[in-house]
């Protein structure tokens, strides 16, 4: 149901996070994803009616006008889905897209197709890496092999489907829950928090963090009342950071690599996982 591709393997987590919902009451609940991303878990308990709401924040511009585009522009993203060749040229083009001064004259859905297309057609989805099959296009693979229209028009309009319930911002991820994640309301919440990975972060995000941002991080969540779980590589650093927290490890397949195994650290405030 995603038209993006995306580095880790995020829809593993479903299955906990429904249990999850069960055991602490939090079906109908509102959903909220800081660094959504791809927002796989948003878009599953969206579809199988698990949550009322899905409420999404995206620091990169690229990714947050994509989804935007999605929910808002959601006519003219596919019209130019449809007439846009998927070449070289058009990768060239939508590269200088990640400058940010060249987005001031663009409208939503133009960034957000650069977004797609660069997830869509660079190597592993990851927006920082080069084209898939090299710039000359000698590879076995080309440019276009990830890129199915069809599909991908396809799954947006299953997702724009649910644009009355769903909220896209752009912020920085603590202030984004400082001001939209409303606890102590009559309707339950439930944060998911997935940062940038520890390790691998600056070779994979545009938006990544610094030692000192995931310090801040750890010290602003963990006073929270509200349900949150957090995911993250399992590193020393990091188990450091959240020694007092629940934690629980789980093995994912990275689709960076799919010969590679790697645990994941589930860090949560709610009822145990099973």
């Known amino acids: 149901m995603n038209p993006l591709r995306y580095p880790g393997a995020k829809s593993k987590l479903f299955k906990y996070i429904k249990t999850l919902i069960a055991k602490n009451e939090l079906n109908g609940c509102t959903f909220y994803e800081p660094f959504a991303g791809s927002a796989t878990l948003s878009w599953q308990l969206l579809d199988e009616g698990l949550i009322s709401q899905a409420v999404i924040n995206e620091k990169d ?15 003219e993203l596919v019209n130019l889905i449809k007439k846009t060749d998927i070449n070289i040229d058009t990768w060239n083009e939508c590269v200088r897209y990640k400058e940010d001064a060249y987005l001031s004259n663009k409208e939503t859905y133009q960034i957000g197709f650069a977004g797609l297309f660069l997830n869509r057609t660079n190597f592993s989805g990851i927006l920082k890496a080069g084209p898939i099959g090299g710039k000359a296009q000698t590879s076995k693979y080309k440019l276009d092999c990830r890129f199915n229209k069809e599909r991908i028009i396809q799954s947006i309009l299953d997702i724009a489907a649910y644009k009355n ?4 911002f752009n912020e920085d991820a603590i202030d984004f829950m400082e001001k939209e994640v409303k606890s102590g309301s009559h309707k339950p919440i439930f944060v998911y928090i997935d940062p940038p990975y520890y390790k691998a972060g600056p070779s994979l995000y545009r938006h990544f963090y610094t030692n000192e941002d995931h310090r801040q991080l750890a010290k602003y969540i963990k006073d929270k009342r509200f349900p949150w779980l957090l995911s993250y590589d399992d590193t020393q650093e990091i188990r450091d950071l959240y020694n007092k927290e629940h934690c629980v490890n789980l093995q994912l397949n990275y689709s960076v690599n799919s010969h590679r195994k790697e645990k994941e650290l589930l860090i949560y405030n709610m009822g145990l996982l099973v």
């Open 61 to 75: 511009p690229l990714l947050y006008h994509f989804w935007k585009s999605v929910f808002f522009h959601t006519d």
């Open 165 to 168: 319930r769903v909220g896209v």
